[in-house]
């Protein structure tokens, strides 16, 4: 019994067979892209009916087309103006408010009495008083 185990042990193993590669046919598909890129290239796509009725369409995209192209180029350009006069108003702002801080100093009654100390004029200690008009024409 012994001997008939080795023998079958024996006959069921086989060697593998080598798998061979299956050959491949030409894909239409590859086909059918050379042919739309030829077509593509030589133009001849424009030549087809279809593309013909669908005319008007293209040509009104390539015009949306162009207006948002032109839209895109004006906003930059106003954004750039936008920006270019923010920082004018900021820096003609920080001029205001020096010069502003400088004649609030330059008119102080001890800076105008500084300089007028050079010249011969000296400063009023009597008030001011108040001239009064009469009407002459209510007669």
Do not use: H, W
């Amino acid at each position: 019994m012994a001997s008939q185990v080795k023998n079958t042990l024996i006959t069921t193993v086989e060697e593998p067979k080598p798998k061979e590669k299956p050959v491949k046919a030409k894909s239409p598909s590859k086909n059918k892209i050379s042919r739309s890129v030829g077509s593509v290239i030589s133009g001849s796509f424009l030549s087809g009916k279809k593309v013909t009725k669908q005319l008007p369409f293209i040509l009104s995209v390539a015009l949306l087309a162009m207006c948002y192209i032109a839209n895109n180029y004006n906003s930059q350009k106003k954004a750039i103006e936008i920006n270019r006069t923010l920082k004018e108003i900021e820096g003609l702002r920080y001029e205001y408010i020096s010069t502003k801080a400088n004649l609030m100093n330059i008119s102080k009654q001890s800076e105008v009495v500084k300089r007028l100390g050079v010249s011969q004029l000296k400063e009023s200690l009597v008030p001011p008083d108040k001239i009064f008009i009469e009407d002459t024409d209510s007669e």
